[in-house]
C-alpha cells in the first residue's frame, strides 16, 4: 500500500532567503523524494492572491520573515476568500504569540528555523489531514486478546486472575485482577494489539513502567510489575477503587476540599520534578482516588524524563497533552519546564472551585489559543488567599509561576493549616 505522504505531490516554499529555500529544499527532498518543490521569493515578486493557482499545491512551506503582522493579514484576509492548501509557517525569532496567531488562522503548524531538522518536519507533516485522521476502523474494533472474565471461566496472565474490567481507553484496557498466590487484588493495564505491534505506542507503554516504578510516594500510584505474555503486554500496580477527581468534581467540591487535594497534588509533583520528571497530561481524570480518602496521580505515558536537570530537552514544537489542560507553552510547542504541571495544577484547581474550565472553545485550537494569550476570567466569588494561589498558578509566563511543588505547598499551608496534613512535609 501506498504511503499516504505520496499525496504531498507538489509543495511551495515561500522565503526570501535564498540559502533556507535551499535548505528547505533539501531536507524535503529526503522526506519527500516523489514531492515537485517549487520556491517563490515574496520580496522579488508581488504578494501572492487570489488568481495565484494555489490548488496545485498540496503544502505551503512559509517563512514569516522579519514582518510578522503584514504575513499574518496577508494570510487571514487570503485565508478568508478561497480555499487554500495547508500551511507549515516558519520564523527565526520562535515567537509564541506569533505561532498561536497562525495557527489560529489555519495554520497546521510553526516551526522555529532553529530546529528545522528532519525529525521536526515529519512531526509537521503528521497533521496533514490525510495524516492526521484518526485510527483505521480495524484499529477502532480491536481489542485485547483476553476476553472479558465471567463466572464460568477462569482467565489468566502472568500469575493474575483477571476478575473484572474496570476501564476502557484508546491504547488499553484495565482489568481488576487478584494475585494467584497472595489474592490481593490489584489494577492490570493491557496493551490493546494496535499498541503492541506498533513500536512507539509499546515504547510509550513500556516508558510508563520504567519512569514510575523506583517511585515510593503516597500520592503517585504504586507500579509493580511489568509483563509479557505471549502477543500481550502489560503491568501491574495498585488498585484505585474510590473513583477520580473528574467525578468528584461533577459531584460538587468544597474549597476545603480543594485545597486538600490541591497540596496532596503539589507533594506528587515536587516529588517528581525532583527526579526530573514532568508528567505533561495532570487532568481530573488522571487523578485517581483510594478509600481512604488519598489521591494518586496515574498515567505516566507521555512524561519527559529530563537528563542532567536540563527542563529544555523536550519535544520542541509537539504539542502534547489535552488541550482543556495545557499550559501557554504546551498550546504553542515551545520548551516546558516543571512548571508546565503547575499551571495544569492551577486549571484543576480552578476547575475544583467553580465547577468548570476557565477556557473553552468550540474546537481544540481554540481552547489552546485561549490558554496562550486569553486572560483568565476572574472567579464568581471571593475565596480569600485562594484566588491569589490559582493566578498565581495561571500566569502565562513560567516565570511568574510558583518556582516548584514545595513552594506552592507552603503557601497553602500557611493559609490553610487546617486543611493541608504535615505528613506531606515528611515525605519530600
Known amino acids: 500500500m501506498d504511503s499516504p505522504l505520496r499525496n504531498i505531490s507538489h509543495i511551495l516554499i515561500i522565503d526570501d532567503n535564498l540559502q533556507h529555500r535551499r535548505d528547505i529544499t533539501t531536507l524535503l527532498g529526503r522526506l519527500l523524494k516523489h514531492a515537485r518543490l517549487s520556491a517563490y521569493e515574496p520580496d522579488q515578486h508581488p504578494p501572492l492572491g487570489l488568481k495565484f493557482p494555489w490548488q496545485d499545491y498540496k503544502l505551503v512551506i512559509m517563512d514569516v520573515g522579519s514582518n ?6 496577508w494570510f ?73 472474565p465471567d463466572a464460568k471461566k477462569t482467565i489468566t496472565l502472568g500469575q493474575y486472575t483477571l476478575r473484572d474490567l474496570i476501564g476502557k481507553g484508546t491504547t488499553a484496557w484495565v482489568y481488576r485482577v487478584t494475585h494467584k498466590t497472595d489474592k490481593h487484588s490489584m489494577a492490570l493495564k493491557l496493551c490493546l494489539p494496535q499498541v503492541s505491534r506498533n513500536t512507539q505506542s509499546r515504547d510509550r507503554f513500556i516508558h510508563e513502567f520504567e519512569i514510575i516504578k523506583g517511585i515510593n510516594h503516597p500520592n503517585i500510584v504504586k507500579i509493580y ?105 504546551q498550546a504553542v510547542g515551545s520548551e516546558l519546564d516543571a512548571r508546565t504541571d503547575l499551571y495544569t495544577l492551577g486549571i484543576i484547581l480552578y476547575e475544583m472551585l467553580e465547577g468548570r474550565k476557565p477556557f473553552s472553545g468550540t474546537s481544540a485550537v481554540d481552547i489552546m489559543y485561549a490558554h496562550a494569550s486569553s486572560p483568565v476570567p476572574d472567579l464568581s466569588k471571593d475565596y480569600g488567599e485562594l484566588n491569589n494561589i490559582v493566578m498565581r498558578l495561571l500566569e502565562k509566563q513560567p516565570d511568574d ?28
Open 225 to 329: 510489575e511489568l509483563g509479557v505474555q505471549k502477543k500481550d503486554i502489560y503491568s501491574v500496580m495498585e488498585l484505585l477503587p474510590a473513583g477520580d477527581l473528574k467525578q468528584k468534581i461533577d459531584n460538587g467540591l468544597s474549597p476545603a476540599q480543594a485545597v486538600s487535594y490541591t497540596a496532596q497534588i503539589s507533594a506528587a509533583l515536587y516529588e517528581t520534578h525532583q527526579r526530573n520528571i514532568i508528567h505533561r497530561d495532570l487532568k481530573p481524570a488522571n487523578i485517581l482516588f483510594r478509600k481512604d480518602g488519598s489521591l494518586a496521580l496515574i498515567d505516566f505515558g507521555i512524561a519527559r524524563l529530563i537528563k542532567n536537570n536540563d527542563f529544555s530537552q523536550t519535544d520542541i514544537g509537539m504539542m502534547v497533552g489535552t488541550p482543556s489542560y495545557v499550559s501557554p507553552e
Open 401 to 428: 509561576r510558583y518556582a516548584d511543588g514545595l513552594e506552592l505547598l507552603h503557601d497553602l499551608q500557611h493559609s490553610y493549616p487546617e486543611h493541608v496534613d504535615k505528613l506531606l512535609f515528611e515525605m519530600l
Open 76 to 148: 487571514k484576509k487570503l485565508s478568508g476568500a478561497i480555499k487554500l492548501p495547508p500551511f507549515i509557517f516558519l520564523h527565526a525569532d520562535c515567537n509564541t504569540d506569533d505561532a498561536v496567531d497562525f495557527m489560529r488562522l489555519g495554520g497546521i503548524d510553526y516551526i522555529c528555523k532553529s530546529q528545522l531538522q528532519q525529525k521536526r518536519f515529519m512531526k509537521a507533516l503528521m497533521h496533514l489531514p490525510e495524516l492526521a485522521s484518526g485510527p483505521s476502523q480495524s484499529a477502532k474494533k480491536s481489542k485485547p486478546t483476553m476476553p472479558l
Open 68 to 73: 510578522a503582522k503584514r504575513r499574518r493579514d
